[in-house]
């Protein structure tokens, strides 16, 4: 089949005296049927190409799903006299949401069938589902087409009636007033920024909502929470380095909110609340955060409570009536501390698996003596614990069934790189541990380094399809995550930015040079930010990997950050630098993907895009596609996968997100070992 080649139609642009060309500009065009046109030509031909691999998929589909209990139950929840559940059934794509009253053995009562929702929209994604204080009522949202825009409605939950309270254009801070009648909402401008909270009281027109708070500063989101002692409303205005929040008593949703600390610029808190205090983590003076207490009302009074340790990021505190449990990150490992409030004394909870995750499950109840927490790593399902935090038992709540896996087949390491500038960088690796390393083995490298998100070691059974045909999956836990505490992210960004991708290099030639595997037999593989690292190291160094995978990936970086009407750029600025300022400008042009594509040969490729993605314009990755079509020296594939009803992340509904894994791994697989079936 004939290669889709995009018209060149260059769009020249002269800032800082430099003349930026961009010849492909015009696929930003959505409404324009040349476009869709393209794109759909770019899916005939990913399509037509990979006929070949049809069957293969479809074993890969197969084999995925084998490992899945399709009927399932999550683990109950408790709030008030309510337990809360989700209910999956074999063949359906989406869970029902559930709750039994007084004790596990009541009757079931279905609070929402998404399926049903979900009947007849080639797309669906449940946003919020808040249930009102006095369990009557739920609040839901739905997004049909993935731009993550969503719709929220109230259904009385003792009629099964839906009221008339239908409100558009909302997205993820929905919470109840303690009055049960008083639900507040974000809505989104036209960047599609949460920029305004709204206060609706239940019975009257949406159109008589009060406005609360109205953000102008394009670099800052809204958000709203309530604290786990339901006597409190945060409102939360955040840019990528600056926090302000403002309180309210959840008693009186008419009242009027509070200013906790004013922002300055870098300093960023959270807050909790336990009685006549709020517990605040804040990183002034303290790079990697302490915890301070103040009593509500009286923010200047400050005693500290736990002090800041270098090199040991405090990520979250939660309170509790009698504990505080205390989420820690270091050596690119979680930790979990807890504090009894009376005696002040503190223990950690303990894990089996040298490379693990850990995080906070649903805690609702302030005043529970159990504290919640998953486990997994790369070779461990996700388990479900209830570990009480005064006599540090733990109990078993629920462990994934993965059908056919024997984890004593398998066996994870923490490995150490080394970069460029003497940094020790962390991977997090698992393979089978009875096929040896007789020569070197295939392997998956994924990587993401952006916005001080941290990628966790954690399970899921979909990588067993590579780990059974011999691959190691590894993850690089480059500079621009947190894993390593705040300077890891801080390393990794702005005039920084760079040592993402050295840092991502150096972890490829580690396993290289390691004999764990050799360039013709390593894929790599991240998205969005990660996708914007892929373009990266593939145009330094095309020469390291056989094949790589870019899932939406942020490639355009210098138009992107040039253009403040696009949903992230301006709250961005603090991530990537504003290339307004020349010194920014040249900096980010050196390394963009798009902009950096030379003629040389290049590995494999597959690429994915949404053309309803609000975080990263689908022309991105069609204009990578395009510009490297045009360019490269190489006959090597390159496939271009556009979800034409769908946004950043990918299709809805279990089964459809198996079945693009089925796509990208028979890819991957075909590549590095030519196996067809």
């Known amino acids: 089949m004939q290669i889709p080649m995009a018209p060149v139609r260059p769009r020249v642009t002269t800032i800082h005296k430099d003349t930026l060309k961009d010849h492909y500009h015009w696929l930003r065009e959505k409404e324009n049927p040349e476009v869709i046109a393209y794109l759909q030509a770019e899916n005939a031909y990913t399509q037509a190409i990979s006929e070949p691999l049809e069957d293969f998929r479809d074993t890969l589909y197969k084999e995925m799903l084998a490992r899945i209990q399709e009927t399932d139950l999550s683990v109950p929840v408790k709030i008030d006299d309510y337990f809360y559940y989700t209910r999956t059934q074999e063949g359906l794509s989406y869970p029902y949401l559930c709750r039994k009253t007084g004790s596990l053995d009541a009757p079931e009562q279905v609070l929402l069938d998404q399926n049903e929702l979900a009947r007849g929209l080639a797309y669906f994604r449940l946003g919020v589902q808040q249930v009102s204080p006095a369990h009557d009522l739920l609040a839901y949202s739905v997004d049909s087409d993935g731009s993550e825009v969503y719709t929220l409605y109230v259904k009385n939950l003792i009629t099964g009636e839906c009221l008339a309270d239908e409100i558009a254009n909302t997205y993820y801070s929905v919470v109840w007033g303690n009055d049960n009648q008083t639900l507040f909402y974000s809505v989104l401008d036209q960047a599609q920024r949460p920029y305004q909270l709204w206060r609706h009281t239940l019975g009257t027109p949406v159109s008589q909502d009060i406005l609360v708070y109205e953000e102008p500063d394009e670099a800052f989101f809204l958000t709203l929470t309530k604290t786990r002692s339901r006597g409190y409303l945060i409102l939360s205005l955040n840019s990528m380095d600056t926090s302000e929040l403002w309180y309210l008593d959840a008693n009186r949703p008419t009242g009027t909110f509070h200013v906790i600390y004013p922002r300055t610029k870098g300093h960023e808190y959270s807050v909790d609340h336990r009685g006549d205090l709020f517990y605040i983590c804040t990183n002034e ?393």
């Open 285 to 677: 003076n303290a790079r990697d955060f302490k915890l301070i207490t103040a009593p509500i009302g009286d923010f200047n009074q400050v005693t500290e409570h736990l002090a800041h340790r270098p090199g040991v990021l405090l990520e979250d505190v939660d309170c509790f009536q009698e504990y505080l449990v205390i989420t820690e990150r270091t050596a690119a490992l979680i930790q979990i501390r807890v504090q009894d409030l009376q005696t002040l004394e503190e223990h950690c909870i303990t894990f089996p698996d040298a490379v693990y995750t850990v995080r906070g499950e649903a805690n609702p109840e302030f005043t529970s003596q159990y504290y919640r927490f998953s486990y997994t790593s790369l070779i461990a399902s996700p388990a479900i614990y209830d570990y009480h935090l005064g006599t540090r038992q733990r109990l078993l709540k629920k462990q994934t069934e993965v059908r056919g896996f024997d984890p004593t087949l398998y066996t994870t390491e923490r490995l150490w790189a080394t970069a460029p500038d003497g940094t020790q960088i962390p991977i997090s690796v698992a393979y089978r541990r009875d096929l040896g390393f007789a020569t070197p083995r295939p392997a998956y490298l994924y990587g993401y380094g952006a916005y001080g998100v941290s990628m966790s070691p954690s399970f899921s059974s979909v990588f067993l399809s590579l780990m059974d045909r011999g691959f190691i999956y590894a993850i690089a836990h480059i500079r621009g995550g947190q894993e390593m505490g705040r300077g890891w992210y801080e390393a990794g960004k702005l005039l920084h930015k760079k040592n993402t991708f050295s840092d991502f290099i150096a972890c490829a030639e580690h396993l290289i040079q390691l004999g764990y595997t050799q360039p013709e037999q390593l894929a790599i593989c991240g998205g969005s930010a990660g996708g914007l690292l892929m373009g990266a190291v593939t145009n330094l160094r095309p020469d390291l990997f056989n094949c790589v995978v870019a899932h939406v990936p942020f490639v355009d970086v210098v138009n992107t950050m040039l253009d403040p009407s696009l949903p992230l750029t301006v709250i961005e600025y603090d991530e990537w630098g504003n290339p307004q300022d020349p010194e920014y400008y040249a900096y980010i042009k050196s390394y963009s993907p798009y902009d950096n594509v030379t003629a040389q040969a290049y590995p494999a490729l597959f690429i994915t895009a949404g053309l309803n993605d609000p975080r990263v314009g689908y022309w991105e990755p069609a204009k990578w596609a395009a510009q490297l079509r045009a360019t490269k020296t190489d006959h090597n594939p390159l496939l271009l996968k556009i979800n034409m009803g769908a946004g950043h992340g990918g299709p809805s509904g279990r089964y459809a997100r198996l079945e693009e894994y089925a796509f990208e791994y028979a890819f991957v697989i075909n590549q590095i070992t030519g196996q067809i079936a």
